[in-house]
C-alpha cells in the first residue's frame, strides 16, 4: 500500500503529460475523419457506385455496425490488455479499412470496408480515454476528458476543411489518402509518448475480469447515460451527414460553399464540448447540463427542420443544435470518473455507453433518408430528431436523480 500511494504522489507531482495528451486526442481525430469523410464526400461516392440515396445512408452508418454490436467487448479488452496495444491495433484496422475503400470496385466492397473502418474507430474510441486518464494528474482529469468529447466533431470539421482542397486533386480518394495520414500520425504519437499511459500503483490483480463488467453494467446511470447519448448521436449524425447534401442537391450549392457551412456547423460543437468541461470543473451537476442540451437541441432541430423560416435562420439553428449539444457528450464521457470505481473499468463503461450511442449514430441517418424519400421533403423528417432530443431532456432528468445518489455532490 506504502508503494502503491508514493507511485500515486510521484504521478501527481510530475503533472500531466500534455504531450501524450495531445497524442491520443490526435488518435481520435484521425477515426473521427474516417467516420466524417463519407459525408462530406457522399455525391461524389453516390455517382461513382451509383449508390441510391437509402444506400449511401447505410455506408455511412455502416463505420458504426461494429459500435451498435461489439462495443463493450472493445471496451472489456481494453480493460485486459491495456489501452495502448489497443488504440495502436485500432489504428491499424483504421488504416487498413482506408486501403481496402481505396482498391473496391463495388459497393458490398466499399460497405465490408467501412466495417474494418469501423473497428479500428471503435478500439480508438474506447481506449483513448483511458490513457488520456493515465496521462493527466486527477485535478486536470475533468478537463482533459471534457476536450477528448471534442475528438468527433473535430475529426469531422477537419476533413470538411480539407474536403475542397483535396477533392480536385484526386476526387474521394485523395481524402480517403489525408484520413490515412492521419491514423498514421495519431498512431505514430502515442507510440512516442507510450511511457506516460500507465497507472502507477494498479495492477488489478485483486479484481476478476467478469466483476469488472458487472460492476460497471450493474449501474443505473451507466445505461441511462448510454441511451441519453443515442438520442443526441442521432440528433447530430443526422446533421452532419445530411446537411452537406441537402446543400448541394436542394440548393445547388457549390462544394467551397457546401464544405464550409458544413464545417462552421460541426466545429461549433467542440466549443460546446469545452465549455461542458469547464462548467463540470466548477461542479455544475451533470443533469443539469444534460437537461439543458437536450432541450435546447430540440428547439433548435424543430426551428432547423421548418421550410417557413428563411435559409439563413435554418442555418443558424443547425450551428445552433451542434453547439448547445456539445454539453451533452462532455457530460457523458466525463463520468468515467463517478461510474468507474478503478482504472480497468473506464474502458468497460466508455464501450458501454458507446455501444448504446452508436445505435442512434446507426440508425439516424438511414431513417431519415427513408423519411425523405418516402414523403418527398426534408421537413417530413423533423419528428425523429425532435423526438429524440424529447427523450434525451427525459433521460437527463433521470440521470440527474441518480448521480445524487452517489453521495455528495456530483462529480465531474
Known sequence: MGERMKAGALQERAGTHWLAVAAAVLCGVAVASNVGKVSIMISALREDFGLSLVEA????????????????????????????????????????????????????????????????????????????????????????????????????GLVMIAAPLLQGVGGWRAIWWF???????????????????????????????????????????????GLLFATWALQHFTLIVWLPTFLREQRGLDMAWVAALSCVMVLANVPGNVIGGALLRRGVARGKLLVLGSGLSGLCMYAAFSPGLPDAVRYLAC??????????????????????????????????????????????????????????????????????????????????????????????
Open 57 to 156: 445512408g447505410w455506408l455511412s452508418s455502416a463505420i458504426n455496425v461494429l459500435a451498435v454490436s461489439a462495443a463493450v467487448v472493445f471496451g472489456f479488452s481494453a480493460d485486459r490488455i491495456g489501452g495502448l496495444r489497443l488504440c495502436l491495433a485500432g489504428i491499424g484496422f483504421g488504416l487498413a479499412g482506408g486501403a481496402a475503400s481505396l482498391l473496391a470496385a463495388s459497393f458490398p466492397l466499399l460497405l465490408a470496408a467501412r466495417v474494418v473502418e469501423g473497428a479500428g474507430y471503435m478500439a480508438v474510441a474506447v481506449s483513448a480515454p483511458i490513457l488520456l486518464s493515465a496521462a493527466s494528474r486527477p485535478d486536470d482529469r475533468r478537463f482533459v476528458l471534457g476536450v477528448w468529447a471534442a475528438y468527433m466533431p473535430g475529426g469531422i
Open 179 to 225: 484520413a490515412i495520414a492521419l491514423l498514421a500520425a495519431g498512431g505514430a504519437s502515442v507510440w512516442l509518448q507510450r511511457r506516460h499511459y500507465g497507472f502507477p500503483g494498479t495492477s488489478g490483480a485483486n479484481e476478476g475480469a467478469f466483476a469488472v463488467v458487472r460492476e460497471v453494467m450493474r449501474q443505473p446511470l451507466a445505461w441511462t447515460l
Open 319 to 412: 450551428v445552433a443544435v451542434s453547439f448547445v449539444g456539445g454539453l451533452i457528450p462532455s457530460s457523458i464521457l466525463s463520468a468515467s470518473t463517478v461510474i468507474a470505481r478503478t482504472p480497468r473499468q473506464i474502458g468497460t463503461f466508455q464501450g458501454l455507453s458507446m455501444q448504446i450511442a452508436n445505435l442512434g449514430q446507426l440508425l439516424g441517418p438511414p431513417l431519415i433518408a427513408a423519411l425523405v424519400a418516402g414523403r418527398g421533403s426534408w421537413e417530413a423528417a423533423a419528428a425523429l430528431p425532435v423526438g429524440a432530443a424529447a427523450l434525451g431532456t427525459v433521460l437527463g432528468m433521470a440521470a440527474w436523480r441518480m448521480e445524487r445518489g452517489y453521495g455528495g455532490p456530483p462529480r465531474p
